[in-house]
């Protein structure tokens, strides 16, 4: 009769915590992709919303419009501050993916040195 392994219940669970583990890292990986579509989306409609309004500023200087040449100057200015926001949060955003990556890369890392000092009893 063949003994029972001492340690196959917690190398069981150690194997379903390294399990939950990559299944975090696969989540953060779809959620890291649909906010960098998010950020792409919303940089393309900044970057439209921005050349409809220059059009409309460059129509209505051509007509000699003061205000309007005010009033691009102030949407260049609008526009520039918003792209500068946007790329300060995605860097933001990478840096804190790449941080969630690293934790779970170690704590998987760790899970599996524990399983893998478990003894074969």
Do not use: C, H, P
């Amino acid at each position: 009769m063949m003994a029972k392994d001492k340690n196959a219940d917690l190398r069981f669970e150690y194997n379903r915590k390294i399990s939950q583990v990559e299944r975090n890292y696969d989540d953060l990986q779809s959620y890291k992709r649909k906010i960098e579509d998010l950020f792409d989306n919303l940089e393309n409609v900044t970057r439209r919303e921005y050349q409809s309004l220059s059009e409309i500023d460059e129509s209505l200087i051509k007509e000699g419009s003061k205000r309007a040449q005010w009033e691009a100057q102030e949407n260049q200015s609008m526009t520039n501050y918003i792209r500068n926001q946007l790329n300060q949060n995605q860097e933001d955003l990478r840096q804190e993916f790449s941080k969630a990556n690293f934790d779970l890369e170690e704590k998987r890392t760790q899970l599996q040195k524990e399983r893998d000092n478990l003894s074969w009893d």
